[in-house]
Nanobody, 124 residues
Framework: QVQVAESGGGLVQPGGSLRLSCAASGSIFKITVNDMGWFRQAPGKERELVASITSGGNTNYADSVKGRFTISRDNAKNTMYLQMNSLKPEDTAVYYC????????????????WGQGTQVTVSS
């Protein structure tokens, strides 16, 4: 019942920028989205947290992206963004969004949802 739409990945040269989006929806039911985050997984490596943001706007970043990436959200649209600047080859990975939610249907559903992932490739 909870749907996720990720977009914004692609191929970019080192030093370039990309903006990722993650939109959450509850289909015909009302959804409350709480903490949200972006994770990434490079080939042969474990999935790691890139950045997170609470519903109140408090943010947290991995040391490797501080000063280059900015996470934000639009609570009215249940959408999260990741602005990635000064991209490096080591940022190449599949990026996944993740969020905690409450789905208000006949029985309240509390859960965590992953996006399908979007490929980011930084290469000259």
């Amino acid at each position: 019942q909870v749907q996720v739409a990720e977009s914004g990945g692609g191929l970019v040269q080192p030093g370039g920028s990309l903006r990722l989006s993650c939109a959450a929806s509850g289909s015909i039911f009302k959804i409350t989205v709480n903490d949200m985050g972006w994770f990434r997984q490079a080939p042969g490596k474990e999935r790691e947290l890139v950045a997170s943001i609470t519903s109140g706007g408090n943010t947290n970043y991995a040391d490797s992206v501080k000063g280059r990436f900015t996470i934000s959200r639009d609570n009215a649209k249940n959408t999260m963004y990741l602005q990635m600047n000064s991209l490096k080859p080591e940022d190449t990975a599949v990026y996944y969004c993740n969020f905690d939610y409450i789905l208000w249907r006949d029985e309240m559903e509390v859960g965590r949802k992953w996006g399908q992932g979007t490929q980011v490739t930084v290469s000259s």
